[in-house]
């Protein structure tokens, strides 16, 4: 396989979009990352978005966003695994470089959540769990992982406080990030007390509706030099995609997030380091227990530890493993298809020394981490500064 | 778009009528529903199971915001439930009086109304929880 690096950036400015359409904020996020890389020709494009279909009543992106780019005739194509999409189309594009298939290939994320209700929203979102055997008895998408967060305040004594911590930290970080959709603090008594959705998730445990989009260009090593501008090379330096049982009920521990550990063993092992490594990590924190089950699966912290971890601010910028500098989901947005790619544009920002008040200082090695549904696919990036 | 149709709950009623799931003959897996492929060892000979409908609630939640079709039930509980025998599901906790939900509390599986309306009108029916 050859080396691939990420030549270039972008992302819109994420939040309730009601003037822009799916098309114009992705088109903007595509230019923002062909601008960033000093290109203006692609050979292929992968778009990550989890349902056009019921966002917003457009499938066929593939073509549709190519055609919006002035690129009609290049190979483009459409990701969908869910929240993971966005992580998933990287990947994607990552294979098509590293194979030699093509030398620069823009890889993009979008999701358009607020043309619908919230209903629909809500409807269009309960399709990435099981519709059969989760969704008709009754389940949300909250009301999963509040149950994840049952068994794990049950088995290792996870608290609310703790879990609130994650919101409190990222939405402290979020407010550094010119994209965020909530660029605002939140406190614990805040997060406690806000109105429940399903508990012990409140409202402000959850990641919002949000309209957004996000683009990085990949290219293979030479081209990356020649472009590089002076600028340090970010390299992806470890692919790992992974999947579990899809129904939470069917998964002997209700704790544990196995698709996450398996996607970041692969991932480490391609990259050669283990967790101890990584300096900076973007990842899924689509409700406030999943970013303290993550961190466990992830092997940043030990099993069960991942709630005293966050409450003593392992976790924060300028703690032993900065988690979410960009906000997260939580503080950024979290336009679902959208989100693996822009965990990388901030990833990479970091490894380029480019974040700005949120910069993790001197990160070298970090790492994106995405997922699908209740954790049902997981995908994770090691990317890594290259001399 | 969450209220099946009339030929999918007909398709469903085995699983959901009567509790019907599948053993596998190869290594005793309790699935429910049945399906085509053991998840646990890849072997495709199964016994038809009726399950048990005594089990415990293995995790839970208090649900307050629901989709459209629960919307006129919130507050509402709701488990995973483990059976004695084998097979899991996700289903509503109900008719507790005076009582908590808890983890690892037991529970008896009685058929319920779950969705008032289905895309054809049909009335959509399943299990529930209740405390034994
Ligand atoms: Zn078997």
Redesign the interface.
Known sequence: MRDVCIIGVGMNDWGELWDLSLRTIWTQAALAALADAGVDKVDAMTVGCMSGG?FVGQEHLGALLADELGMAGIPATRVESACASGGVALRTGFLEVASGLADVVLVTGVEKMTDCSN??A???L??AAD??????????F??LY??????HM?AFGTTREQMAMVAVKNHANGIHNPHAQYRRAVTVDEVLNG???????TVLSCSPITDGAAAVVLSDKETARRLAKGRPLVRIAGVGLATD?M????RAD?TALNAVTAAAQKAYAMAGVTPEAIQVAEVHDCFTIAEIMIIEALGFVPRGQGGPATAAGETGLGGRIPVNPSGGLKSKGHPVGATGVAQAVEVTLQLRGEAGARQVAGARIGLTQNMGGTGASSVVHVLEVIP | MTTPSAARLTREYPARYRLEGARCLACGEILYPRRLVCPACGAREFAVHRLSSHGVVKTFTVIHVAGSAFKHQVPYILAVVALEGGGTLTCELTDLVDQQPEIGMPVELQFRRIQEDGEAGVIAYGHKAVPR
């Open positions: 019921l209903d629909e809500t409807a269009a309960a399709t519709q059969e055997w989760e969704v008709f008895p009754g389940a949300t909250p009301g509040a149950m994840m967060a049952r068994a049950a109105t429940m959705v399903a508990d012990p998730l049982r129904a939470l009920h069917n209700l």
